[in-house]
Structure formats: C-alpha cells, structure tokens
C-alpha cells in the first residue's frame, strides 16, 4: 500500500487509461466496415508518425517477428549485408541475416558506443557487394542511439537499402523515414506507442518495395507486398490483434493531439532529466554521448550486484526497472522513460535507484540529484529536442 | 439503441466482461517474477486443456503464424506431406507446405464434406514417403469437423506425423493429444478462447519434438525449440503479448471451472440448436455430417444475395455473421456460436437470418423454428457431447 507500482522498463511501457479503456472494448470483427474505418484513421497517423507517405504495415508479431520480415523480404539467401552492431539487438540482426543465408560483416563499437556513419561508408567503399546496412536507431541493451540521419545519408546514395529497427525508438525520438532516406523503418506496440506488446509496425521506401517485389519472402507468414494489398484496403492478411489496433487508434491521437515536435520535446527533457540526476549522484552513464532519449542506463558502483538493486527497487518502492543482459548482467541498470511515464514517474526511479544501491551496500554522495535534474528537466523543455542544455544552477 | 450489438462470426468471438476487465490491467514486465507466476499457471491450465503433458507454446502471432511454425520445424524442404483439404483452410496447409518446398499431396474432398481416414490410409498406403499428414481439426470456412481421432489412429502406426489446425477447434470440441496420438495441435487466441487475436498456441508430442530437434526451422521467428527452452523456464523467447496472457489465465480458469466437459456440453448444445432451427426453416446446412460445434453454414435460397442478407442482419438487428469465402462467396451464412456466446446469442442471430433472407426477396416458411431449436438445445444439454438426438416435440 506504501507505493504504487511503477514500470519503468525499457519495454513493456506503462499504458494511459484511454488505451486501457480501449483494449478493454468488447471485440469487433476485422472484416466489418466499423474496422476499415479506424484502420484507415490509424494508417494515416502511422504514416505521419513514421514521416512516410508509404503504407505502414501493423504485423502480428513481437518486433523481433517484424525485423525477420524485414530482412526475409529484402534480401535474398546468398546477398551480402553490413551489420553496425553495438548491442544484443545488432547482434540479433545478425543471427536473423544468417538466418537468412545471407552474407554479414558485421560492423561493431564498444557496447554504449554508437557506430559511425564514417566506418559504414569506408566499409561499404570496402564491399560495394554489399547490398544493405541492418542497424538499430536505439539499441535498447546500451541505451545508445545510433546516427541513423547519417547512416541513411551514406545509403541512399548507393545500391543499398538502409533497415533500421527502430523499435525502442519511434515516437521517442525523431526518424522521419522520407526525409532521411530510411529504406525500412520497424517497430512495436510496447515502447513509445503505450501499448501491450503483440503488434509490429513496418515501413518500406519506393526502393525497397521493388527490392521486395523482387527478392520474394523467405517465410510464408511474412510477406510484405500481400500485406501491403491488404493494408492499401484497410484489412490485414491474416486476423489482427484488433483490439490493439482499437488501441492504437487512441494511442495516436494522444501522441498526434499536440504535435510530435511536443512529444520529442517531453522524451528529450526527460532523458537529460535522468542523466543529470545520475551523474549529480556520482554514477556513470554507460552512454556517454550518442544515447537514446527513451531508456537510460547506468554503471553501477564496483562491488554493487545489479540483481539486487533490481530487486530492492521493485519490493521496497514499487519500481520496476531492467537490468543488463549479457556482457552487461548485473553490471548497469536501465531505466526506462518512454511513453506513459512523466517526470514523477522518473524521479521515483531514481529515488528508488539511489535507495536500492545504498541498501545494495553502494554510496551515493549527493543530496540533491533531484532538483539538479529537474532544473535541466525544465531547462530543455524551452529548447528545441536535440539541443544540448548546460546544467542550471539550482536555486 | 433498439439492438446490442451481438458478434456471431466464428473468429473474432465476443469477450466475457472478466477477461475485457483483465485486458485492461496495467501492463506488467515479462522477464519479472510475478508474469513468470501467472504463465506457470497459465501453462498447468494449456495443458489440460490441450491433453497433453508436453508444454504448451504461446507465440505472438495469428493463427496461421502458428501453423507455418509447425510447418517449418516439422518438416525440411524436399519432405513428402499430405495435406486433407476441404475448404480454404486445407488450402492454407498447401500453401505452406509449398512454401517451405515440401512435396505436397492434396487429398481432397467437396467444401461441405470431411475427409475420410480411410482416403487417408490408403494415400500414406500408396505412398510410403510421406512424413506428415496436415488437416484441420474444424474447417472454418466450411463448417466441417474433419475425423482427427481416426486420422490420427493412421499415423501413429506409421513414421507420419499428424499436424492439427485447431484453431477454430480447440475448446469447442474435444481434441485429447496424448490420447488420439495427434502430433502437433495449434490454435488460436480469438475463438474458443474468448480473447481477442493475437496469441497463438502449439504444442508437440514427443515424437514431433524429436523431429523439431533434427529438422531446424526455416524462419528465425519460428523457432520452437528455443521457445520450448523458454516455456519451460515460465518464459517466451521474444516480447510475448502480456495482456493477452494475462486475460488467457482468466479465461481458461473461467472454461475450466466446470470442467471440459461442460464446455463441450454447451458447445454440442449450441450447435444442435442451430442446426434444428435452420433446417425448421426449411433452409439447408452446408455440412450435412461431420459438423463443427461453433460454427454452422447455411446454404442461402436461391437467389437470395449472402452479401446483402449480412448487411441487413448487422444493420436492422446488430447481428454480425460471416460469409462464404472464394467458391462459397455470396452463397453462405455462417453463424459462430464459439465461446462467450450462449442460446440467447444463438436464437438473435437465427431471428436476424430469418428476417434477413425475407427481406433479401427469400422465403422462410417455418414460424416455430425457435421453440423447435430450443427443445433440441435441452434435450442435447441432457446427453454426453457428440450424442445425436432426436427433435423432441415441442410443447
């Protein structure tokens, strides 16, 4: 009774009493009109979500199901690929290019340190084989954002198709497919859309629809361009998760309502809002620079099991927050701040970090983390997201 | 105001108010011990459900998701399947089994019959190559309920695998695995499940498991011995659908308090009801024998327009039924009665039919076909599942 529970993971999110509201409508059928018209309300929201005037595929899968549709109908077995790899999700690309029968040179930084674009150019420059970069736009086991403007850049200029899980980060930061020249854009429903997961979202540019026109699909769950026919009239091949696109529908109105620069801006002061009060605690980040604006994730001090901290959060102060996986295990924490959280949310997360450590037999030396952090919280929401905001003094 | 909306189609089927309640949960994290608690339970539950004592894989997917990931783990490209096809869904398997580069033998019957085990014995007889046998349990599109028992007493004398769709089967009518000797049995979340679409379920006899192990899987998202090693863990391998696991535990305790046999009881009843009454109209049944217990086809008059008999239904009585699909489009009604729909349900749905054909330009000739249905709605209420009876009197 003393605390509420709080999620925040790095996925699943929290969800906002509209949404649950919605999922908890009894069933419509998904061939009837009634479905056709929120089908195609959603789909132009996606659209605008996504920056793409092409259709945005809803996929009844986990987002790892939309990444091996992605790979399955853009290349075929035998076709040579780059993977920029920093995290468990590009070593995932990997295991699915294999998967595949294709061709992988994998790319990697440090985990916590984004690739290059420079090193994707001399790579491709290297192989001009190579007929596509697989990369995350944030790699959810570092908390890294990978330059995806600028990887894009480096594609689009040559016979190669730039596929982006972007699945922990759409609608928390900018990716606007068009513009940027991203040739695949996927994600799900369980991040920044503050839905349940069970519903993948995925998008192809001109180039890569006649890529896939072309390659055939590997798996005969995914095929894109019969999904595409469907999705043109309002339906889904197979039967959707309907009440999650019901959900969906109201999800992306809220997140519509006031702009996406509104929603960026809240995601951006959000996460310097987090890693202010955790360096003004004395902890690393594991991202120093290049980090995603939805999940941050911090080193903990030498001789402090992550486990535990974990574990205090959750049953002393209601917190629910990921540990590292792998490499990472037991090493960092990740917090969570995508979607349905706010700033309250979050300063119960630290609070719970900071008491989770020192119980944990850590110490943490400041006293006042949380006003630091939120005088930069307040600081970045007057500035355009993105832009970098120097440390406040406290009054 | 004057009609509820009443959701007769076989899939999605409506939602008791318990599991929308449920639907509407917060969200909780999927790597966290209290989810771990409720997919052990969930997991017992499946089991009973499905007669097996192997685990019971939940995957995030459609229905024929599920059946591709039987499909491809089951079998290498190059192997011999026979395929029992009578309806759309037998020509799913095809496709499938085709995509996956399988040998394909249609054994084939009219839309409206089941498939005979005998067919099925002579065609595994004439050729000893084939390694599989795919069939429906419950043909959706037609309405037929295919003899998966006695099939299943063909293979499991011989080096042939028995792989079920279940989807629009499984909690309608009886499908014992361990006990018919069926190898693979899949089904779906959205019917009689009583949840909306979304989760799939599949399980394996131990001899398929052993043919899983050797064979791989040709799509990285289905992988089922991976998820195998996460089910038994009280896991899935990917991001699952929480909430519809969370709404499956309420469910199947909900299907499973009075025990199965109730469950098919009322399903039997149902079914019977339907039938007495439609022919009482004078109308005929798709599947004369061999009939499904959710889901009832009826042959329109002549020159009656399916199409149209379904918008007046949904528009003048907020009745929504189902069409016929490819050759049966336009001259088909089929009626759901699966899951959270009880004789009230039914009896709406049989007085939309009837008033619908009239204003169609049809003829209904019978005006007791109600009270005549109901009688033998009580009188099957009164007898093991699956035992005829004859049309009492009606008082």
């Not at 990444?67 to 995932?92: C, D, I, S």
């Not at 019969?226 to 809220?254: A, C, H, W, Y």
């Not at 902890?283 to 205090?312: C, H, K, Q, Y």
Request: net charge positive; charged share 20%; hydrophobic share 45%.
């Amino acid at each position: 009774m003393l605390n509420k529970k709080r999620l925040l993971t790095p996925g699943p999110t929290p969800l906002p009493e509209e949404v649950r509201l919605a999922l908890a409508q009894d069933m419509i059928h998904h061939r009837k009109s009634r479905f056709k018209e929120i089908m195609q309300r959603v789909q132009g929201h996606l659209r605008e979500l996504f920056g793409t005037t092409q259709p945005v595929l809803p996929l009844s899968c986990s987002g790892s199901g939309a990444m091996t549709a992605a790979v399955y109908n853009l290349f075929a077995p035998g076709e040579k690929v780059l993977v920029a790899e920093a995290g468990k999700f590009g070593e995932r690309w990997v295991e699915i290019a294999r998967s595949r029968g294709l061709e992988c040179t994998v790319l990697s930084a440090p985990w916590g340190r984004a690739v290059k674009a420079g090193d994707v150019a001399a790579a491709l420059d290297a192989d001009p084989d190579i007929r596509g970069v697989l990369i995350q736009m944030s790699e959810t086991s570092t908390g890294v954002l990978h330059p995806v403007r600028e990887v894009a850049a480096v594609t689009r200029t040559r016979n190669v198709l730039c596929v982006v899980d972007g699945i922990s980060g759409v609608s928390l930061s900018p990716c606007p497919m068009d513009q940027w020249g991203v040739d695949c854009l996927v994600t799900g429903s369980q991040k920044g859309l503050m839905l349940p997961p069970g519903l993948a979202l995925l998008a192809l540019s001109a180039r890569a629809w006649d890529k896939a026109e072309k390659t055939g699909t590997g798996c005969f769950y995914f095929d894109l361009c019969r999904e595409r026919d469907n999705v043109l009239k309002n339906q889904t091949r197979f039967t959707t998760p309907v009440n999650l696109i019901v959900g969906l529908d109201v999800s992306l109105k809220m997140l519509l309502a006031g702009g996406l620069d509104a929603v960026y801006r809240k995601q951006w002061a959000l996460t310097l809002f987090t890693r202010a009060a955790v360096r003004a605690m004395g902890l690393e980040l594991l991202a120093p620079e290049n980090f995603a604006w939805g999940i941050t994730s911090v080193l903990l001090p030498e001789g402090v099991d992550g486990n535990e901290v974990l574990r205090l959060a959750a049953e002393k102060h209601g917190v629910y927050m990921a540990g590292g996986q792998d490499q990472l295990k037991g090493r960092i924490v990740r917090i969570g701040h995508m979607g349905w959280v706010d700033w309250a949310d979050v300063a119960a997360g630290l609070y719970a970090l900071d008491r989770s450590i020192v119980d944990a037999g850590g110490y943490i030396g400041a006293r006042n983390y949380l006003e630091q952090g939120l005088a930069v919280y307040r600081a970045a929401l007057d500035v355009a997201p993105g832009t970098p905001v120097s440390c406040p003094a406290v009054r």
